[in-house]
C-alpha cells in the first residue's frame, strides 16, 4: 500500500488547510485511515481516524477545529484543518492499517505563521 500526502503549506493564523491522503488501493479494504504530525523536538501526535464503517475519532484538542473525510471513489482520506494556530505547524502524515500491517505515507509540511 503506497499513501501519498499532499496539501500542506504556508497559512496564517486562523487560515484553513485541506490535507489530502491518497491511496494505491481501495481505501474500504482497508481497517482505518489517521492522521498524525509531529512538530521538531516533539513525539509524533494522532489528530483523527475514520474506520472503514466511518467512524470518526478525534484528538480533544483538535475536535471542532479539523475534519477527517474519505472520498472511496478516490481512495483519498482528507483533513481539514480550520481555524489554524501557530502550534499545528508541523509535518503531517498519514497511516493506513490493514489488519496486522501499518502503512505511513511521506508527511507533508503546515506552516503556520503570519
Known amino acids: 500500500v503506497q499513501l501519498q500526502a499532499s496539501g500542506g503549506g504556508l497559512v496564517q493564523p486562523g487560515g484553513s488547510l485541506r490535507l489530502s491522503c491518497a491511496a494505491s488501493i481501495n481505501i474500504l479494504d482497508l481497517n482505518d485511515m489517521s492522521w498524525f504530525r509531529q512538530a521538531p523536538g516533539k513525539e509524533r501526535e494522532f489528530l483523527a481516524s475514520?474506520?472503514?464503517?466511518?467512524?470518526?475519532t478525534y484528538l480533544d484538542s483538535v475536535k471542532g477545529r479539523f475534519t477527517i473525510s474519505r472520498d472511496n471513489a478516490e481512495n483519498t482520506v482528507y483533513l481539514q484543518m480550520n481555524i489554524l494556530r501557530p502550534e499545528d505547524t508541523a509535518a503531517y502524515s498519514c497511516r493506513a492499517r490493514i489488519f496486522e500491517r501499518t502503512y505511513w505515507g511521506r508527511g507533508t509540511q503546515v506552516t503556520v505563521s503570519s
Open positions: 475514520i474506520n472503514v464503517a466511518g467512524r470518526t
